[in-house]
């Protein structure tokens, strides 16, 4: 997956006001972490996700809960760092899923309009897709019932 991102991408990552008006330090967690166990959990979480999403391509995971970080990346041509969405999609069971993927930011965005901000209590059931173009692929999910 190429890691080059428009001028727009760019800013509607960073400036979004929608999932991320929240963000501080670059960052959005749906989880409220306020006993002391509860902020190791989820520091563990966002330090060492259990799995990747792109090893769950056509399989169903039930989100509950989304973190989401900005995190600079080298562009593959350039080497320019620019900005892009680590994402760590949460289970019912408590097992993190990680991607760095606008696929997927945007998708969860479309989430978050729909279905209100996370924590989602009953979880929203969905599967990974990946989509190829050419040379190129993007990370997505769709909703199922």
């Known amino acids: 997956m190429s890691n080059e991102l428009s001028n727009v991408e760019k800013n509607e990552i960073v400036q979004n006001t929608g999932l991320l008006q929240q963000m501080d ?22 330090n060492n996700p259990s799995k990747r999403v792109s090893d769950f391509i056509n399989k169903e995971i039930v989100i509950k809960d989304v973190l989401i970080e900005i ?9 320019e760092l620019v900005p892009c969405p680590r994402i760590i999609l949460v289970d019912k069971k408590g097992v993190t899923y990680q ?9 969860i965005k479309k989430l978050v309009a729909l279905f209100g901000s996370p924590t ?13 173009k050419k040379e190129r692929s993007m990370l997505t999910i769709e909703a199922v019932i």
């Open 25 to 46: 330090l670059g960052s959005f967690y749906s989880v409220k972490a306020e006993t002391k166990e509860e902020k190791v959990n989820l520091f563990n979480a966002i």
């Open 71 to 79: 995190v600079e990346l080298a562009n593959d041509k350039t080497g």
């Open 99 to 107: 991607c760095v993927s606008v696929g997927i930011f945007s998708a």
């Open 120 to 132: 989602w209590e009953d979880g929203i059931k969905v599967i990974i897709k990946q989509i190829t």
